[in-house]
């Protein structure tokens, strides 16, 4: 058997010349009949391989096989012609059929092969050729993607060479197979064809012989060659019908994880729902129309039956499920490495009360989770840098309306809003006529109103900012986020920020790290600029002023100072307003000697060691300008000099957070500079 198997290939080869030898030479009627068995046997076994394959490629040699089988059928068809026309007898086989099918009406058992004719021709050939030239040429068409997928999930490392190599191979033997498809179907069209034509002139010439030649009364030379004629049509035509049946499945089949039959029961008749209504559906129509009950009791029970079958086989498979999924959450708590689990520290937490639920949930409406999909988005581009996700929950120990925000487990900021109210904020003079509940804006802390929406139109019309309660959190978690940003920036989203320049900027990172700075010098540099809200967006010019100063010192500060200063552009307009000169503070030139004087360095850094009397005198003449200013309307910042600058604003940031500190450096010669006012102690 082994040696038989190693020589299919010399069998495959004798069968095509033996059909090349049937056309020239006459079979036998007993052979014959082994034949036409023969030919109906492969083509069953074709169309029942065709309904089990997964997909196309498993049959890739369906299209020769067409070629093979519409030859043998050709074949066939010149030895029984030779057969009817020259004996008028064609084999049992062929008699069968033909009495089978005409009886003893020609007539009808002729209008029963045209049906069956132009079924194969119009219905099934046809549309199979169609589908296949779609198929082919959607297939060619969509390979350039394909490829280039390859090579993405390639340079990715989602898949190595190997897979990729494979996958390759798997796009052009898919082209390769509808390509072929496409040519083989016009062969089973032109077999129906030739069927047609066959029967036709078996019929004909098959009468002018009987009756002409061999002297036969008209009305059994016309029942004998009808029958033989319509004989030998059927014995051809339902393999080929079978043929093209197969052909249609093989180029309509889409990708699935199962063969036909598994595709057609789980999803024509994988609804429970659907079968129901479809057995009372037919049911009805049994009962109020004159068909009865009995023609359509078997059906409608039948559909309830596998109803309610395919109910209890989904109720089986989700209590197994769950059992399954219960079974492995507690051997994965019983894991000792499981234990770490418990170790992890989330960056960034929302936890809320369940009042603030239909806010969260979109499924009732809420729009909370999008917006911090947003809040990500603009502090991206705002800051230059990726915030991690932000996990939120609900808190049951919480007040219904209140929620808390943690950095790294530790809460740092906390508020409450009322659900169905709107926040309304003071443009300073206060409308008596604008009553609600008394409350603080809980991001800057302003005085301000819960209004409910009829008072929510007299507060707008009054000059009012008001806001609804998804956007009180959003700006919160916003200005959270932004205040302390640089507490979220660590060594691992450090490293993943150089990977994605050096997809574009290679030599820049490769200049700076690891030769010239660590990773956590330089994700210091790029904490202390966030801290004092420097965008770190500008990433090469960061990058290229740290290779540079870098080489020259290692100090975090004097580095920080020198990107502060090539930055000086970016910095100074994120604090001009559109046609307005830029508003500074200078102190005066005892007060910055005396603070110069004081200047000790210790422990690596450089910071002010000024007399506290002398200390609270400087700050409350900075804080009384800065109240002027901001009472005129402007926004003052405090320029020094370079050396000062990053003691000062150290020094300085716990009376006044909010202070801005540049040095003269860092002033852009593009902007226009306005002196807001001298601090003097005197």
């Known amino acids: 058997m082994a040696k038989w198997v190693k020589r299919t290939d010399l069998i495959v080869m004798i069968f095509v010349l033996f059909m090349i030898v049937m056309i020239v030479i006459p079979v036998p009627k007993p052979l014959l009949d082994v034949l036409i068995i023969l030919n109906i046997f492969l083509s069953m076994t074709i169309l029942l391989v065709a309904m089990s394959a997964k997909e196309p490629l498993e049959f890739s040699v369906f299209p020769s ?13 010149i030895s029984t012609t030779r057969l009817i026309l020259g004996q008028g007898d064609a084999g049992s086989v062929i008699n069968t059929f033909g009495n089978f099918v005409i009886g003893q009406n020609p007539i009808v058992g002729f209008i029963v092969f045209l049906i069956i004719i132009i079924v194969q021709f119009i219905v099934i050939t046809r549309g199979a050729e169609r589908v296949a030239e779609v198929a082919a040429r959607f297939t060619l068409d969509a390979m350039p993607g394909k490829q280039i997928a390859i090579d993405a999930d390639l340079n990715a490392g989602l898949i190595n060479e190997q897979e990729a190599r494979q996958r390759r191979q798997n796009i052009e033997r898919e082209a390769d197979f509808y390509g072929a498809m496409d040519g083989a179907s016009k062969f089973v069209k032109g077999d129906a064809i030739a069927s047609i034509l066959i029967v ?7 009468f002018i012989i009987a009756v002409a030649m061999k002297h036969e009364p008209f009305t059994s030379a016309l029942h004998t060659y009808t029958m033989l004629s319509v004989g030998d049509g059927l014995v051809s035509q339902i393999p080929a019908l079978l043929l093209s049946t197969a052909t249609g499945l093989m180029v309509s089949r889409a990708v699935s994880d199962g063969n036909m039959g598994d595709d057609v029961v789980r999803q024509v008749f994988g609804y429970s729902r659907a079968l129901y209504i479809v057995s009372a559906a037919i049911l009805l129509l049994g009962i109020v129309t004159p068909i009865g009950i009995l023609p359509v009791l078997p059906i409608s029970a039948g559909a309830t039956l596998m ?13 197994k499920e769950k059992e399954a999924k219960a079974r492995a959450e507690r051997a994965e708590t019983k894991k000792p490495e499981n234990v770490y689990q418990l170790l992890t520290v989330e960056p960034v937490e929302f936890e809320f009360g369940y009042g603030i639920i239909p806010l969260v949930d979109a499924k009732q409406g809420g729009d909370l989770m999008e917006r911090v999909v947003m ?23 919480l007040k219904p309306t209140q929620y808390v925000i943690k950095l790294k487990g530790v809460q740092v900021a906390e508020g409450e809003i009322l659900i169905g109210h709107w926040l309304a904020l003071s443009p300073g003079l206060d409308n008596p006529n604008v009553q609600g509940i008394p409350t603080k804006d809980p991001t800057f802390g302003l005085p301000a109103l819960w209004v409910n929406g009829q008072m929510k139109i007299q507060a707008e019309a009054s000059g009012y900012t008001v806001v609804d309660a998804p956007s009180v959190i959003a700006t919160h978690l916003t200005e959270v986020l932004r205040k302390h940003a640089h507490e ?17 900027y290679a030599a820049v990172v490769d200049d700076v790290y690891p030769s010239t700075l660590s990773l956590g010098q330089i994700q210091n540099v790029l904490s202390n600029l966030l801290e004092e809200g420097v965008s770190i967006r500008d990433l090469v010019t960061i990058l290229e002023t740290l290779a540079d100063a870098g080489r020259q010192t290692q100090d975090i500060d004097v580095l920080t100072e020198r990107v502060r200063q090539a930055l000086g552009r970016q910095i100074c307009h994120q604090f001009v307003a559109p046609n307005e000169p830029l508003t500074v503070l200078t102190l005066a030139a005892d007060v910055e000697g005396e603070i110069q004087q004081a200047l000790v360095d210790h422990g690596g850094g450089t910071f002010i060691g000024m007399e506290p009397t002398r200390s609270q005198m400087v700050f409350r003449k900075i804080q009384e300008e800065m109240t002027r200013l901001q009472s005129m309307g402007k926004s003052p910042i405090l320029v020094v000099h370079p050396r000062l600058r990053l003691p000062f604003r150290r020094w300085i940031s716990r009376y006044i957070p909010d202070l801005p500190v540049l040095s003269f450096s860092e002033l852009d010669p593009s902007v226009q500079i306005q002196s807001g006012g001298v601090v003097n102690l005197t």
């Open 375 to 397: 809040i990500r988005r603009q502090l991206a581009i705002e800051l230059g840098m990726v915030l991690p996700m932000i996990r939120m929950r609900d808190n049951v120990q």
């Open 200 to 206: 036709a002139i078996n019929i004909v010439a098959g």
């Open 307 to 319: 109803a309610r079958r395919l109910q209890a086989n989904r109720r089986r498979v989700e209590a």
């Open 65 to 77: 096989m067409l070629l093979i089988t519409t030859l043998y059928r050709l074949s066939l068809n």
């Open 488 to 504: 979220l920036l660590g060594r691992q989203e450090t490293k993943a920020l150089l990977d994605h320049l050096k997809t574009n």
